[in-house]
Structures are given as C-alpha cells and as structure tokens.
C-alpha cells in the first residue's frame, strides 16, 4: 500500500521593517575662552516606544508633542567645556524631554537655544564661532583634506591621535551600550558629516561618525549654517545606529 504525503505550506503577511533603534551624540560647539571649548552638547536616543530608566520622569521640559508617530525620542544637553584635545573639562547636565514626533528639528532648536541662553550669560567674554561650512556623506574614510584612519584624524597634513576613544569615561559615549566598544574600536565608523568653525585664531573641525542600516541614502540635508545662534539640525540616524562626534582644533 502506497502512502501519499501531503506537505501545506501557508503563506502569512509579513510587514518587513527596520529596527528603529538609534543613538546619536552630537557636539555643537557655540565659541572659546582662552583655548576651551564651549558646546553644547546632545545626547539622542530614538525607539519605537518610550524607555524610562528606573526612577526616570518624561525629562524637565515639556514639548507637548505625544503625537501617533513611530518615532520615539528621548534627548539629554548638556553644556561642555573642552579642551583642545576634546578631553571634557567640566560637563552640566542643562536639560531633558521625551516625546513622539517624526522630526525632532524643532525640539533640538528649543533645547539648543536654552543652553546658548545660559551660555551667554555665564561666560561674558566668549568668543562666538563663526560657522563656515557643513557638509554630508554617504560613509566615507575620507573627504577632502580630512582622512579618517584607525584612531588618527589627518587634516591639512597634519596628524592628530584620537586619544578620546580610550576614555570609558567620557559623557559622549552610550557606554551602557553593547556596541560602546565596537563604535571605539578602530577602524571607527565611517564619516557621515563634516562641520567647520572658527574664531579669529582657531578653526575647529567636527566630524559625525556612525555605524548602522541605510534605508535610503538618495536623502540630502539642506541645512543653513551661517549663524551660531541657530546652527543646530537633526543629523540623519541610521536605522539601528549609533553615532558620534568627534573634532580638531587647528591654530590659524
């Protein structure tokens, strides 16, 4: 007697989607005292749903921006000084907020701006940067007269080691993160972005590195970058990506 066998194969519907996941930290210098550094600094953590640390509140400034949207933010600043090596000298903690919206420009403007405020009126005789030029990549080692290449930035032929890397202590990594190590580990991820500063006797270059998916790299950033009391955007994040500064100070 023959046994026939039957093989069913059901088909579902599966909606295909990228991990929202990111962690981006931005440094958005604002001027110098002496040879520091000012900035304001940004921490951005983005979700398809709200994460609260324990004993946490929804952040001390309130946006009210609950919207349906997918994207789930939550975002810390913090005021930096610097020295010219970007071994952080003193970081204070300014501001927090939590929210849902799919673009968070306006958010990053508002908290931007209350740093600046305070920044303005603690420091009286800072020289403000002039912004100069910003500029977007796909991922690149190199761009220009700028090579990123294991832990050494080479700009305008010179070297500079990126001794930063090895501080576990430093604000600007997600340290509790498990890819704090792989995003410090040369090779470092490749160049995103470029922004140039100056002041009238320093130029100051920061780089955004960052790793992760692309989803859609025919994307270009228009962003107007000629005046510091406004030079603050929203750096394109990858889908489960996580992303870094990191910058030169170059005598002119």
Aim: charged letters at 25%.
């Amino acid at each position: 007697m023959k046994k026939i066998i039957f093989f069913f194969i059901i088909l579902l519907p599966v909606q295909l989607s990228a991990c929202l996941n990111a962690h981006s930290f931005k440094i958005f210098p604002l001027g110098m005292t002496g040879d520091t550094i000012i900035s304001v600094d940004i921490h951005m953590w983005r979700s398809d749903s709200f994460f609260l640390e324990e004993g946490e509140e929804k952040g001390n400034v309130s946006v009210n921006t609950f919207s349906s949207s997918d994207f789930k933010w939550k975002i810390k600043t913090y005021i930096t000084k610097y020295d010219r090596y970007q071994h952080p000298i003193e970081a204070l903690s300014v501001d927090s907020a939590i929210f849902s919206k799919d673009d968070c420009t306006d958010i990053l403007f508002l908290l931007y701006e209350r740093a600046f405020n305070k920044v303005k009126k603690e420091y009286e005789t800072i020289e403000l940067f002039k912004p100069i030029e910003i500029s977007f990549y796909d991922g690149v080692s190199e761009c220009g007269n700028i090579k990123l290449s294991d832990a050494v930035i080479r700009y305008n032929k010179n070297e500079y080691p990126i001794a930063i890397i090895n501080d576990p202590t430093y604000h600007g990594f997600d340290a509790d993160s498990e890819y704090h190590e792989i995003m410090t580990t040369p090779p470092l991820p490749p160049i995103y972005s470029v922004r140039k500063y100056r002041t009238s006797n320093f130029e100051l270059v920061v780089l955004h590195l960052q790793s992760g998916q692309s989803v859609d790299k025919s994307e270009k950033l228009s962003v107007e970058f000629n005046d510091i009391g406004s030079a603050i955007y929203q750096e394109p994040l990858l889908y489960h990506g996580h992303g870094y500064d990191l910058f030169v100070l170059e005598s002119i």
